[in-house]
């Protein structure tokens, strides 16, 4: 239901149901794989089935003669491309995503072919039949934190940070903590399938994909082709989830070089097992942390150093380390991420990157060192709250850390906690409740936009954001609307298309922050000009802004979004099944816009924490190079049955150096919730658990060797 805001109020900050959501409910919004052109044809990639070698030889001939097949591509007749370009924020491109350039075949999954034909039916069966021959090489896929080839490695940040005498602390520490943690490889799995349709309209690249950001791969694209950028147009109107994975990818890629040499449209959809190879993951990981704490609880060293693992042909870093630069400091701090190498295909980024799983090893080693210094696990944080950032000494733009706690423990009960693991049942089942802090950057990245003054009296707002499923496109419709001073059903919004100018992606948490700091900028000025009086022409009055000099003048400040996680599980010492009973998330994550939209987002990303914590786990064979069971019947998720109560809600903590307050909320949500639900299994059994997923055998084993 949408809740009508008053003329004081406003429309931000009210309830609001989405404005495509009748579109999505009928059908009527049309996704990148369901966009009908006239001609299409259908491709079909053949992926590698060995590890590591070359290609020896491709028998097409059998392919090419089946029924529809129209082309198969591979590395002896598709188009060259570019690649020795930067591409966005200053990344060099991914190779896997230049596809059919050499015979070289780096992991399981690398494409070898793409075959083309009339139905889509048609290119799979030709493609499953098409006889590839490799000269094998020795391949390594083993992930272990003593790994030798192993190096250190910053991705977005510095490899490594340290101040302060680590040894020297420790030695004077009351008490330590050191423990090493470790999280399985994860995969993206969002409900809609990376889809792209590509063609030649005109002289120009009509490409209508689902992606994170339309600028992003019209500018990959034209850099890989050798285009004009002005000759590419991306369109992603709708998507179906992303979190982190649909950026520039092979299928894009090879359906621009299917429809380049066919002069046809061509879509190529991959399907779950095939995204499973080619379309990111969050690398494993595997960290040691080591706490010394005076007796009182303040800390004198800390030391956070993760490892993770990367491809040998890109290197993508899952910065573990991070959350321990902003969460807490020590008199000796240090922190270091490494990455190595392997046979398997490149990780990318996946919702709350480094923070997903660093949150996991920082917050459950808290938990640790709470319960031996005998204080309360949120007492110990607040003893620990750093004046500035730990290290780089720059303020904080706010910290409404401690508040998130002291509403949630009210709300969740924590006062009538008893400390003392394995005293609380219900029949056999023990009971007990963790708890655990989350962070997350907050960010803005230069973006665009233009606001019109219709002739009719409503307002078309045009911006280039990419609502991948989270209600980009309703909360900016509240963003113009009280910006213009004008009911949100007077408001248009366009977007998703890059035709529409530059903006920033959806990443980072950084877009509905991005994006309404545009319509903000643009609508303002565009009511001082309609202040002038004239009327409104036919063709209307229109007002673009650009926020590049506004972001470029902010001050340098530690800006975080803020959470305190509560789970309360139940587990079955007979069985080992762990159940999540209740879950409560409180967050200092700026201005909500829409508090609607804004409670799923937080929900979502509590519930992939329990998946995380309870279910997630891909497995890749040693001797073959693949996955076990890479489909989702092999790789468990959280279902509606493993979720329990989950509430969501936040403390105010509007942001003033944004123009409307805002900060971001699309993944502190995942940030600390599987430590929380890790530290609950402890205190029901008295057994830790530094390694994800807590599967019912290893709480078995645990219990067994306890």
């Given amino acids: 239901m949408t809740t009508a805001p008053t003329a004081r109020q406003g429309a931000v900050g009210t309830a609001h149901t989405r404005v495509e959501g009748r579109d999505k409910v009928t059908g009527a919004a049309r996704y990148a794989g369901e966009v009908p052109f006239t001609g299409l044809v259908h491709g079909w990639l053949a992926l590698s089935t060995v590890a590591r070698g070359r290609i020896r030889a491709i028998e097409s001939a059998d392919a090419l003669a089946r029924p529809g097949v129209l082309a198969v591509l591979t590395h002896e ?3 060259r491309l570019e690649t020795d370009y930067t591409g966005l924020m200053g990344m060099k491109p991914d190779p896997t995503t230049a596809v059919f350039q050499h015979d070289r075949v780096p992991h399981v999954g690398w494409p070898v072919a793409l075959v083309v034909a009339e139905t889509s039916e048609q290119a799979r069966e030709a493609a499953e039949a098409l006889v590839v021959h490799y000269d094998q090489e020795p391949h390594d896929v083993t992930f272990t934190a003593g790994h030798p080839d192993a ?21 004077a520490s009351a008490v330590v903590v050191d ?22 309209d005109g002289g120009r690249l009509d490409v209508v994909d689902s992606n994170q950001g339309t600028m992003w791969v019209a ?30 990818r092979a299928h894009q890629v090879a359906a621009v070089m299917a429809a380049t040499v066919l002069r046809r449209p061509v879509r190529v959809v991959l399907t779950r097992r095939q995204m499973f190879s080619l379309a990111g993951y969050r690398s494993p990981t595997t960290q040691r942390v080591r706490l010394g704490a005076d007796a009182d609880g303040r800390l004198r060293a800390l030391e956070h150093r993760s490892h993770s693992l990367t491809s040998t042909v890109h290197e993508f870093v899952e910065p573990a380390a991070g959350p321990a630069r902003v969460m807490y400091d020590a008199d000796a701090h240090h922190t270091a991420n490494r990455v190595v190498r392997l046979d398997v295909p490149t990780p990318t980024f996946m919702r709350a990157p480094g923070e997903a799983p660093g949150s996991f090893a920082l917050e459950s080693a808290l938990d640790e060192l709470a319960e031996k210094l005998g204080i309360d696990p949120i007492e110990l944080r607040a003893r620990n709250e750093p004046e500035r950032g730990p290290v780089s000494g720059l303020p904080f733009a706010g910290r409404g850390l401690r508040a998130c706690f002291r509403e949630g423990a009210r709300r969740f009960g924590w006062a009538d906690r008893d400390p003392r693991p394995g005293v609380r049942r219900d029949g056999r089942r023990l009971l007990g409740t963790g708890t655990a802090a989350a962070s997350f950057g907050v960010g803005a990245g230069p973006s665009t936009a233009a606001v019109t003054a219709e002739a009719d009296g409503t307002y078309t707002v045009r911006v280039n ?9 309703t909360a900016l419709t509240l963003v113009a609307a009280d910006a213009l001073e004008a009911a949100p059903d007077r408001i248009r919004v366009r977007l998703g298309d890059s035709d529409l100018g530059p903006a920033m992606i959806a990443g980072g948490s950084m877009g509905t922050r ?9 609508a303002g000025e565009l009511r001082e000009r309609l202040a002038l009086g004239g009327g409104v022409p036919p063709e209307g009055i229109t007002v673009r802004s650009d926020t590049t000099a506004a972001i470029g003048a902010l001050a340098q400040k530690e800006r975080h979004s803020y959470g305190a996680q509560f789970a309360e599980v139940a587990v079955d010492p007979a069985t080992g099944e762990v159940r999540v009973r209740r879950m409560l998330g409180i967050f200092a994550a700026g201005r909500i816009v829409n508090p609607l939209t804004a409670r799923s987002q937080f929900i979502g990303g509590m519930t992939w924490g329990i998946s995380m914590a309870l279910h997630e786990e891909a497995v890749r064979d040693r001797v073959s190079g693949g996955h076990y069971g890479a489909d989702l019947a092999g790789y468990h998720v959280a279902a509606h049955a493993d979720v329990p109560a989950v509430e969501a809600d936040w403390v105010d903590d509007p942001d003033p150096e944004d123009p409307v307050g805002i ?4 993944e502190i949500g995942i940030v600390g919730a599987a430590a929380a639900v890790a530290n609950a299994v402890w205190h029901a059994t008295g057994v830790r658990h530094r390694q994800l997923p807590i599967r019912p055998d290893r709480v078995l084993t645990a219990a067994r060797d306890a």
């Fill in 219 to 248: 500018g990959e694209l034209a850099n890989l082709f050798s285009l004009d950028p002005a000759s590419v147009r991306v369109r992603s109107e709708h998507v179906g989830g992303g979190f982190g994975s649909k950026g520039v």
């Fill in 514 to 522: 991005s994006w309404s700091w545009a319509v903000t900028l643009a």
């Fill in 77 to 79: 007749n598709a188009p």
């Fill in 151 to 171: 190096y250190d490695a910053g991705g977005f940040g510095p490899a490594v940070t340290g101040k302060g005498d680590l040894e020297a602390e420790l030695a």
């Fill in 465 to 473: 954001a990419a609502d991948i499923g989270t209600g980009a496109r």
């Fill in 179 to 200: 423990a090493e943690y470790s999280t399985p490889e994860e995969h993206h799995n969002p409900m809609e399938p990376h889809a792209v349709t590509v063609r030649w």
């Fill in 663 to 666: 900060k971001g909320i699309g």
